[in-house]
């Protein structure tokens, strides 16, 4: 008996373990979940749970997943498999679901679509639906009609809600800014004009120019109709496009509901509020919220603007569109699509001789910062291996932190797009720290009397705006961000983090100018040509980015 056990298990393991000749003949099935929408437009099913399962079958199915484009890669050896959904996607009222067969040949690859003429098609019901499915499809019919926004302090979300190019966000994160940059895509951003506004209310209506969203369908909003009733526990479910990663779809539940405002336990990516918020049925019921500074339960407690709320601001910015024209669709610069590679990265900072600090110049009312991914990366470099070093003697290394790691490492609101070390050019302008003559006279009168104070020094004026030349033609930046930096509870003062192209302004420039503008005099620039080899430097620190 033992011998036959012995046997089975060896002719098990022979005819189990995959031979050297499989292995090699491995091949690509590649898989797409396409459905069409009641406007005949093609969409992708992101997040669709596919298993795979060799015939006959000899192991468990293989669980596979569709990215954001309704598509999956997987590898198989040769045979015939099963491809099946793990369970329904709910999409414009029905249910889908799809069980195909599929003969993998060795060395050439496969493809597989699902559709709705291969799927098996059911009404929705109680039986057919899962917060998992009504989320994909939630996801699958609104994500392109999701935008990211950028103001010069901060990223949110926003949604389009008339195809006149009519996009809603929520108050808080426009702020005071009087236009915004709207990412509709990786590729394409535009600008648009803040058209309405109410504080109270926490909601703001945007305009853009309608032909860069032609082929989007706007997000149905039931202003004209009583919404359902809300209740607590209830699920509901938002979409956002946050500041890292790709636009994606939060679950949660209705903690409290408020006559002007829902709490509910959704966690928000950084940069996504200002997203859409939609019921289980799959209504919008409002839209989220930054939450209120300084209230450390808004991290974990997102709050929802109702619906009821935003619908009397975007009719009051329906109106004023009436007879106006539409903004200017001009595209603006927007990052690279290809990052800079973290060893090339590193290679950089190990090579490179001498000081990793920003290159710098100054006017007479500004410090001028030029910051590369090198040196933002060997900041973060020198700082672990200074805290390796701490860890292994067991004490502070002399000297604490290099000097420049501030300017290198504290963003302050826009560190998180710092973080990743984007392959642009920083431009880096800070008020400069100056003694008022009085104060200056009063600490000369007590050191008269033996009193030796240090100086009291406060900024000189903060950070208007800036402007930079190639040449004569006026160079667009990617993005014209502000930092703020606390100076009181109560008052702040602004430094410009300008990010632009690697190549936007480099030796190709017959000259760099930059012209800064203060808070103090808006109207006067402070014109400054920058130093030929700061502009040499910048572009060999890219160097290894264009190879």
């Not at 499989?22 to 929408?37: F, G, N, T, Y």
């Not at 309704?70 to 999409?91: I, K, Q």
């Not at 702020?175 to 509709?184: D, I, K, P, Y």
């Not at 918020?277 to 300084?294: L, Q, R, S, W």
Request: hydrophobic share 40%; net charge negative.
């Amino acid at each position: 008996m033992i011998l036959m056990l012995r046997a089975l298990v060896l002719a098990t393991l022979f005819f189990g373990i995959p031979r050297a000749g499989a292995v090699q003949a491995l091949s690509v099935l590649h898989v797409k979940v396409i459905l069409v929408d009641s406007e005949r437009k093609a969409t992708p099913v992101p997040r669709h749970a596919l298993l795979i399962s060799d015939n006959p079958a000899s192991a468990p199915p293989r669980r596979i997943v569709t990215a954001l484009d309704g598509t999956a890669d997987v590898t198989l050896p040769p045979g015939n498999y099963t491809v099946e959904s793990d369970r329904p996607v709910t999409f414009q009222g029905k249910a889908y679901q799809w069980a195909q067969m599929v003969d993998i040949v060795a060395g050439r690859g496969a493809v597989l679509e699902l559709t709705a003429d291969n799927a098996e098609v059911e009404p929705v019901s109680s039986a057919t639906t899962s917060p998992a499915t009504d989320s994909s499809s939630l996801l699958t019919q609104w994500q392109e009609s999701i935008v990211g926004l950028w103001t010069p302090t901060t990223h949110a979300s926003g949604f389009l809600v008339d195809a006149r190019g009519l996009i809603a966000t929520n108050q808080q994160v426009i702020s005071t800014a009087t236009s915004v940059e709207v990412q509709l895509t990786p590729a394409v951003k535009v600008a648009a004009n803040v058209l309405a506004e109410d504080p109270v209310r926490d909601v703001a209506v945007l305009w853009i120019d309608p032909k860069v969203m032609a082929s989007v369908r706007p997000v149905p909003l039931a202003c004209a109709q009583p919404g359902k009733p809300l209740v607590e526990g209830q699920e509901l479910f938002s979409i956002g496009a946050p500041l890292r990663g790709q636009k994606s779809i939060e679950s949660g539940t209705i903690s409290r509901v408020e006559s002007h405002a829902i709490v509910s336990d959704l966690i928000l990516a950084t940069g996504s509020a200002g997203g859409p918020v939609f019921g289980a049925g799959g209504d919008v019921i409002g839209i989220t919220t930054a939450g209120n500074k300084g209230d450390e339960s808004s991290r974990l407690a997102a709050r929802v603007v109702r619906l009821s709320e935003a619908c009397d601001v975007i009719a009051s910015a329906e109106k004023k569109i009436k007879d106006a024209p539409p903004p200017d669709g001009a595209r603006l610069p927007v990052e690279p699509a290809r990052p800079f590679s973290l060893n090339a990265l590193k290679e950089a900072v190990q090579r490179r001789a001498g000081s990793l600090s920003p290159y710098q110049m100054s006017s007479s009312d500004f410090d001028v910062a030029f910051i590369t991914p090198v040196m933002t990366y060997g900041a973060e470099y020198e700082t672990e291996q200074a805290r390796e070093r701490e860890r292994t003697r067991g004490a502070p290394t002399p000297g604490g932190d290099p000097a420049f790691v501030r300017p290198l490492m504290d963003f302050s609101n826009w560190s998180q797009y710092v973080a990743d070390f984007p392959a642009v050019l920083l431009i880096r302008v800070t008020p400069k720290l100056v003694e008022g003559f009085w104060t200056t006279v009063a600490r000369g009168a007590a050191r008269t009397q033996g009193v030796d104070l240090p100086p009291i020094k406060h900024f000189k004026s903060g950070f208007s705006r800036m402007r930079a030349f190639c040449g004569d033609a006026e160079v667009t930046p990617i993005h014209p961000f502000k930092l703020e930096q606390r100076v009181s509870e109560t008052d702040a003062i602004y430094e410009g983090l300008y990010v632009f192209d690697p190549g936007a302004l480099g030796p190709q420039c017959a000259t760099v100018k930059l012209v800064l503008y203060s808070e103090k005099e808006p109207q006067k620039g402070d014109t400054r040509v920058v130093d030929p080899k700061v502009i040499q430097q910048i572009w060999q620190d890219f160097a290894p980015y264009r190879l």
